[in-house]
Nanobody
Framework: QVQLVESGGGLVQPGGSLRLSCATS????????VGWYRQAQGKQRELVAA???????NYADSLKGRFTISRDNAKNTVYLQMNSLRPEDTADYYC???????????WGQGTQVTVSS
């Protein structure tokens, strides 16, 4: 079982930046893919970005250029750098770990991001 702990959320003004962290309880190199999802109020959860064990990132098309996913293997931590934040980025952000090709999937408890002036 993989435990995930997110941190870094908070209140930020439009145009600002935040960096989210997802610390995993096991080596991230043993996890096939670690991703960030978000869920805004009244909306479905959506993929924001993910990074494979081989270090290959992928992003939601609408977020390319503003968000960057990265990882620190030594710290078993995956980061999501969010720049030029907009009010529509307001959501609960969740870390997901997919251990194998078809799972299992593990989720963190989420961290809230609010973009507002």
């Amino acid at each position: 079982q993989v435990q995930l702990v997110e941190s870094g959320g908070g209140l930020v003004q439009p145009g600002g930046s935040l960096r989210l962290s997802c610390a995993t309880s096991t080596s991230i190199l043993s996890i096939r893919r670690v991703g960030w999802y978000r869920q805004a109020q009244g909306k479905q959860r959506e993929l924001v970005a993910a990074i494979t064990s081989g270090g290959i990132p992928n992003y939601a098309d609408s977020l390319k250029g503003r968000f960057t996913i990265s990882r620190d293997n030594a710290k078993n931590t995956v980061y999501l750098q969010m720049n030029s934040l907009r009010p529509e980025d307001t959501a609960d952000y969740y870390c997901n770990a997919r251990v194998g090709i078809f799972g299992p999937d593990y989720w963190g408890q989420g961290t809230q991001v609010t973009v507002s002036s």
